[in-house]
């Protein structure tokens, strides 16, 4: 999906819940939507040029977007959390350099099988996070 469908899909989604486009929540979006890998809530501050005393701002507004189905969380090893713009219905399994925190998404998913299985325990709105961690080759050699 092309940035600017998704742009459109979160505009339509956060009317539709009610919540505003505030002045900040735009730098926060626009950081997001420049952003080529997932990045952390600091990364994403700086990126949207707003101050250090604004992180609690883009923490409330990553929260928002979750909520709107928009954006996904990539934990770290280390329970630090990246986070990622992804269409609605959509995830990604990234694989993750545990030194450089380098990002790839990787073009599969595992949790077919899984969310079955998740079904026959009798649980709706099943959801599953797999991340894949190791050092880079970049990171291997130096
Ligand atoms: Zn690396
Ligand atoms: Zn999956």
């Given at each position: 999906m092309k940035q600017t469908e998704l742009l459109d899909i979160i505009l339509e989604r956060l009317k539709a819940s009610g919540g505003r486009m505030t002045k900040k929540r735009e730098c926060v979006l626009g950081a997001l939507l420049s952003m080529d890998r997932p990045a952390s809530a600091e990364e994403i501050r700086e990126r949207a040029e707003l101050?250090?005393?604004d992180l609690v701002t883009v923490y409330r507004n990553l929260e928002t977007f979750e909520h709107l189905g928009v954006l996904q969380r990539v934990p770290l090893e280390n329970g630090t959390q990246l986070f990622e713009l992804t269409a609605p219905d959509e995830h990604y399994h990234h694989l993750i350099c545990?030194?450089?925190?380098?990002t790839e998404r990787l073009d599969?998913?595992?949790g077919h099988e899984v969310v079955k299985r998740a079904k026959a325990h009798g649980y709706s709105k099943i959801a599953h996070v797999m991340e894949v961690y190791g050092l880079c080759e970049d990171c291997e050699k130096s």
């Open positions: 101050p250090a005393s545990r030194k450089c925190h380098k599969i998913c595992v």
